[in-house]
């Protein structure tokens, strides 16, 4: 069982840049054929697909956010991150990491999500 653990700052600034990181344990991010995510839900709104990254590295990026996301991997300490610049106000959320096998979408997991506001 694929357990995920959200971490990082709750208060981040106009004009900063975001950074979060997933823990991993259960499972390994270079497990193959799982794909690694981040997806927000702003207030009141729903879930938003941020982008993702392999278990062999490869990213992808919702075009909406590409310009200002960056997500990496630390297979030493079995986690993956997000970074987010030139965040502002439009950018507070809960953010949540996934995990989901491609292949089979039922082994689809997710950590409980970490609150994010922007705000000087």
């Known amino acids: 069982q694929v357990q995920l653990q959200e971490s990082g700052p709750g208060l981040v600034k106009p004009s900063q840049t975001l950074s979060l990181t997933c823990t991993v344990s259960?499972?390994?991010?270079?497990?193959?054929?799982?794909?690694w995510s981040w997806v927000r839900q702003p207030p009141g709104k729903g879930l938003e697909w941020m982008g993702v990254?392999?278990?062999?590295?490869?990213?992808y990026y919702s075009p909406s956010l590409k310009s200002r996301s960056s997500i990496s991997r630390d297979t030493s300490k079995n986690q993956f991150s997000l970074q987010l610049s030139s965040v502002t106000p439009e950018d507070t959320a809960v953010y949540y990491c996934?995990?989901?096998?491609?292949?089979?979408?039922?082994?689809?997991?997710w950590g409980q999500g970490t609150q994010v506001t922007v705000s000087s």
């Open positions: 259960g499972g390994s991010v270079t497990t193959a054929y799982y794909a």
């Open positions: 996934n995990a989901v096998n491609v292949f089979r979408p039922q082994d689809d997991y």
């Open positions: 990254i392999s278990y062999d590295g490869k990213t």
